[in-house]
């Protein structure tokens, strides 16, 4: 590199720690928060927009979105988390997908257990509407979570769930059923016994 292209290079690190100071310095004072310098200059809601989401939904610079991959209206996708559409994916409205989930609609084991003979196995995931996929779940290929379901934390998803599910686990288990009332009060009904395995309850 030249003297003049060791410059340049030096310049433009120091703009770009000057911009992340100032942009941490702006997050702390107004959120309390610090983030990685991506998600302190790219705008959530603008990069949902670019990904042609719907309308109020955000999503975090560090999540990874790949192939075909549909989002409703006004869901939150949080950071570090990994959208995969290779074999199609859909999200439905005002869902809650937290930090570092983890949705794949292919797998690898086939391909790899066969030296690389058989081939990626490819199947959509759907994710309908009002729905909270708890911190660091992992959801596989092929499956399908109805509308109003909430998955705890660190569950892995491998199994069709049914509209107002409660489950998690490892692999997950429906351990209790979610209510909405009219007026919009909701109600986790836990079964007897399931509700308190692992002292997990929510509510």
């Known amino acids: 590199m030249t003297d003049r292209g060791e410059s340049e290079t030096a310049s433009m690190l120091?703009?770009?720690r000057k911009l992340h100071e100032e942009r941490q310095r702006a997050f702390l004072n107004d959120w309390q928060r610090s983030l990685p310098f991506g998600d302190e200059i790219v705008d959530r809601w603008q990069k949902a927009i670019a990904l042609g989401f719907g309308q109020g939904t955000s999503i975090y610079d560090s999540a990874i979105v790949i192939g075909d991959v549909t989002v409703g209206a006004h869901t939150w996708i949080g950071p570090n988390v990994l959208l995969d559409g290779s074999g199609g994916l859909a999200i439905g409205d005002n869902c809650s997908i937290s930090a570092g989930v983890q949705i794949y609609t292919h797998d690898s084991v086939k391909w790899a257990l066969s030296g690389g003979r058989a081939e990626y196995e490819r199947a959509a995931v759907k994710i309908g509407s009002n729905t909270y996929?708890?911190?660091?779940?992992?959801?596989t290929r092929g499956v399908t979570i109805g509308d109003?379901?909430?998955v705890g934390a660190n569950s892995i998803v491998n199994k069709n769930l049914a509209d107002g599910s409660i489950a998690f686990g490892s692999t997950c288990t429906i351990v209790g059923r979610v209510e909405v009332s009219p007026d919009g009060t909701v109600t986790l009904s836990y079964n007897e016994d399931d509700g308190k395995r692992a002292g997990f309850r929510i509510g």
């Open 14 to 16: 120091a703009a770009l």
């Open 133 to 139: 996929i708890g911190p660091m779940t992992i959801v």
């Open 148 to 150: 109003r379901c909430l």
